[in-house]
C-alpha cells in the first residue's frame, strides 16, 4: 500500500522538523519532498501522516534516517568523464594562468557528499601543479548539509569499487591500501578542509577560484535556485569558474548576466565580468535555470523572460 501524505500534510512536517530538529527543507521542491518522504513512510510500513509523526516523535533516530532517503548522496570519483577531462584541459590550466607564481589557489566542491568529488579536484590539481606546489599553493573546501557524509569524506577512506573511475596509476599515486579498503594520502590531508555548511542559509565562502555544484540546484525551489545563485556569484573571483551538473543549465538575459558559458556541454561557466558592483548595489540578477539532461544547448527560446525555471525530471 502507497502511504498517503497530502501536500498541507508535508507542510505540517516541515514545520516540525524545522521547530524541533533544527532542520530547514522548506527550499527544497515539494515533488522531490513527497516522494522521498513517502518511500521512508513505506519502508516503516507507515500508512499515514500522523502514524509518521508519531513514530517521528517517539524515534529521533529516524530524522537522520529521513534526511538520508531525501538527500541522496549521489556521487563517485571522476563522474561524468568528459567534464574532468574538460576541466583538466582547458580551465585548470587558465586558473593557473591567472595566479602570479606562488599565489594561493582555492576551490569550492559544494555539496560535496562523502568527498569523491573533492578528491577528484585535489587529484587534477596535484597532477597539474607537482605534489609540493599543490601543498603550498591549494586549499580546496568539500560543504555538505549531511553530517555523516562530511564525516566519511573527512577519513577518506573508500572500497575498491568505488575508485575503480580512477587510473591505476592515479590510485597507486593518491591512495594507500590498508586492507580492504583505499585511504587518501595523509600527507595531502592538510590541502582538503570538508565541513558543514547549508547553501541556502550559509554565508558563501570567499574568494573562490573554482566552485564545483554540480545536481543541487535540480532539487530547489525557483525561488531558492535564484538565491543560490547570487550567492555562487558572491562566492567566485572575478576570474574565477563555476561547474554545475548535467543536468542544470543557465540562461540569462546579457545585460543582467551574473554567468558566462564557457561551455555547455560541460555545464562549465565564467563569472561574468563587472557584475559583482551591480550584485552588492541590491540588483536583482535575473537569472534562468533549465534542466535538460539529452540537450547540449541552452534553449532559450523556451524559457520564459527575466524568471527561474527548473523542468527536471523525477528526482
Known amino acids: 500500500m502507497v502511504p498517503t501524505l497530502a501536500a498541507t500534510e508535508l507542510e505540517d512536517l516541515l514545520i516540525y522538523l524545522s521547530q524541533v530538529h533544527c532542520v530547514d527543507l522548506r527550499g527544497y521542491k515539494r515533488s522531490t519532498l ?3 518522504t513517502r518511500v521512508r513512510m513505506q519502508c516503516l510500513k507507515v500508512e499515514n501522516y500522523q502514524d509518521y509523526l508519531d513514530y517521528l516523535e517517539q524515534q529521533p533516530d529516524e530524522v537522520p534516517q529521513l534526511l538520508d532517503t531525501i538527500y541522496i548522496n549521489l ?4 563522474r561524468d568523464r568528459f567534464v574532468w577531462d574538460y576541466l583538466a584541459n582547458e580551465i585548470i590550466p587558465q586558473i593557473i594562468a591567472n595566479k602570479a607564481p606562488h599565489e594561493p589557489i582555492r576551490i569550492w566542491s559544494a555539496a ?8 577528484s579536484l585535489a587529484i587534477l590539481f596535484a597532477e597539474a601543479l ?26 577518506g577512506y573508500y572500497p575498491a569499487y568505488a575508485i575503480e573511475a580512477i587510473p591505476p596509476a592515479l590510485q597507486a599515486q593518491y591512495f ?69 551538473g548535467q ?9 543582467t548576466s551574473l554567468f558566462t558559458p564557457l561551455h555547455l556541454r560541460a555545464r562549465a561557466f565564467t563569472k561574468t565580468p563587472g557584475t559583482t558592483k551591480a550584485y552588492r548595489a541590491g540588483r536583482s540578477p535575473k537569472v534562468k535555470v533549465s534542466a ?9 527560446n523556451s524559457l520564459a523572460a527575466n524568471s527561474v525555471l527548473l523542468d527536471s525530471v523525477s528526482i
Open 34 to 36: 513527497l516522494r522521498r
Open 75 to 78: 556521487t563517485g570519483f571522476f
Open 112 to 119: 560535496c557528499a562523502s568527498g569523491e568529488e573533492t578528491y
Open 130 to 155: 607537482g605534489i609540493e606546489q599543490f601543498q603550498q599553493r591549494v586549499q580546496i573546501y568539500g560543504t555538505d548539509v549531511d553530517p555523516d557524509a562530511i564525516r566519511q569524506a573527512r577519513q
Open 176 to 244: 594507500e591500501h590498508r586492507q580492504d579498503l583505499y585511504c587518501w594520502r595523509q600527507d595531502l590531508h592538510c590541502s582538503i578542509n570538508f565541513q558543514l555548511h547549508n547553501l541556502i542559509q550559509d554565508p558563501p565562502l570567499p574568494q573562490i577560484d573554482l566552485l564545483v555544484c554540480r545536481n543541487l540546484l535540480i532539487y530547489l525551489t525557483p525561488e531558492t535556485q535564484l538565491r543560490v545563485l547570487a550567492r555562487l556569484h558572491q562566492s567566485l573571483e572575478q576570474t574565477g569558474f563555476l561547474l554545475l
Open 247 to 255: 543536468a542544470e543549465n543557465l540562461v540569462t538575459p546579457p545585460e
Open 292 to 300: 535538460q539532461l539529452a540537450a547540449n544547448s541552452l534553449a532559450a
